[in-house]
């Protein structure tokens, strides 16, 4: 049996964030700097009172959108943004979780709702271990817990109990 309480942090929300799957400074600057240049080329063509090929300007607006994509991914996933939201909808939540072999046990009381689920791992679609959290994604959320947060086993016998009942659905990063 392992028993955990949780009180999302910010923290728990920047467990969820794939750090690998972020383009890097460079890359994001190689966008940016294409499609300054492809409007670039465009601009100029305006002013020299010719017509814009096509190529240009469809490569400036593909990639314009693409950054603008990219900054409103990067905002709508953040975990300053998502811990926010959860602040607002669940105010004061606290989570109980206890696994055993057969299955899991989820609470969540806050100042608005009060749910019990029992589940069995069928229900989990993936987890993983990452940054000192645990991240159980089930079909209506994830729940995230902490190593610390676990008060009668340990991230031990969680991470062993989750390998044998998820197999490869479980990894650690």
């Excluded at 049996?1 to 999302?8: K, N, P, T």
């Excluded at 990639?63 to 603008?68: N, R």
């Excluded at 749910?115 to 729940?143: D, K, P």
Aim: net charge neutral; aromatic share 12%.
């Amino acid at each position: 049996m392992v028993r955990a309480e949780i009180s999302y942090t910010k923290e728990h929300f920047a467990a969820l964030s794939d750090k690998k799957s972020k383009m890097s400074p460079i890359q994001v600057f190689g966008l940016v700097f294409f499609a300054a240049a492809a409007t670039l080329v465009c601009i100029l063509s305006l002013a020299n009172g010719k017509k814009p090929d096509v190529v240009s300007v469809v490569m400036a607006v593909v990639l314009w959108a693409a950054f603008v994509l990219y900054c409103w991914l990067r905002y709508i996933s953040s975990p300053e943004r998502l811990y926010k939201i959860y602040c607002r909808d669940f105010p004061d939540a606290k989570i109980k979780v206890a696994f055993d072999d057969d299955g899991f046990i989820l609470k969540s009381v806050s100042a608005v709702s009060e749910t019990e689920n029992l589940s069995m791992y069928s229900a989990i679609s993936g987890a993983y271990e990452r940054n000192g959290f645990f991240v159980i994604n089930l079909s209506g959320g994830s729940a995230i817990i902490g190593h610390s947060e676990i008060t009668e086993g340990t991230p031990d016998d969680l991470r062993a109990l989750l390998t044998a009942r998820l197999g490869d659905k479980f990894r650690q990063q």
